[in-house]
Antibody, heavy 119, light 112 residues
Framework: EVQLVESGGGLVQPGRSLKLSCAASGFTFSNYGMAWVCQAPTKGLEWVASISTGGGNTYYRDSVKGRFTISRDNAKNTLYLQMDSLRSEDTATYYC????????????WGQGVMVTVSS | DVVMTQTPVSLSVSLGGQTSISCRSS???????????LYWYLQKPGQSPQLLIY???NRFSGVPDRFSGSGSGTDFTLKISRVEPEDLGVYYC?????????FGAGTKLELK
């Protein structure tokens, strides 16, 4: 059974940093691209970042470029999102998601972790 | 960015009934490789989204045949027949053809 379990969320002040983790199990982690997708409170879904199977290619939405870093450790079956210079508009639930085989969407999602940016 | 416009915003349906959701994109979703990367997700209350339909009309593993997707270019439809209680939630269309990938704002399916 595919499982994705996020951790690392919480309350943080604007301008500070936070690092999210996503522990994967139930599949060969190194064979799949991975992504982070967020959902602001009572809002819709928004893709944040993606990473290729080996980690050599990363992609970001414009609003987080230069502030967020997606990475992975295939030996530990773990995906990360380093979030720096956080802003109030980054407040959201962040989902870890596995890229579908076609690479263009997501087939399995974690339960999500809440990030609140507030002073 | 490609804007995905879903209609209606909300739907009331009777158990056992049939309904449909429309999704229109601001640009054609036909990729240069010939595929159309249009997907449908359902987010049940308190849960993370789950994939229902991939590439316009293909049901994901375990998705019942009560769900069907259709469309082409910029206009797409998700049909749900014989609605069951577990079908309630918010439905999102999503495009992966153009960067950045984008979601529709969602359609909330409720019981009448």
């Amino acid at each position: 059974e595919v499982q994705l379990v996020e951790s690392g969320g919480g309350l943080v002040q604007p301008g500070r940093s936070l690092k999210l983790s996503c522990a994967a199990s139930g599949f060969t982690f190194s064979n799949y691209g991975m992504a982070w997708v967020c959902q602001a409170p009572t809002k819709g879904l928004e893709w944040v970042a993606s990473i290729s199977t080996g980690g050599g290619n990363t992609y970001y939405r414009d609003s987080v470029k230069g502030r967020f870093t997606i990475s992975r450790d295939n030996a530990k079956n773990t995906l990360y999102l380093q979030m720096d210079s956080l802003r109030s508009e980054d407040t959201a639930t962040y989902y870890c998601a596995r890229h579908y085989y076609d690479g263009y969407s997501f087939d399995y999602w974690g339960q999500g972790v809440m990030v609140t940016v507030s002073s | 960015d490609v804007v995905m416009t879903q209609t209606p915003v909300s739907l009331s349906v009777s158990l056992g009934g049939q309904t449909s959701i429309s999704c229109r994109s601001s640009q054609s979703l036909v990729h240069s490789d010939g595929n159309t990367y249009l997907y449908w997700y359902l987010q049940k209350p308190g849960q993370s989204p789950q994939l229902l339909i991939y590439k316009v009309s293909n049901r994901f593993s375990g998705v019942p045949d009560r769900f069907s997707g259709s469309g082409s270019g910029t206009d797409f439809t998700l049909k749900i027949s014989r609605v069951e209680p577990e079908d309630l939630g918010v439905y999102y269309c999503y495009q992966g053809t153009h960067y950045p990938p984008t979601f529709g704002a969602g359609t909330k399916l409720e019981l009448k």
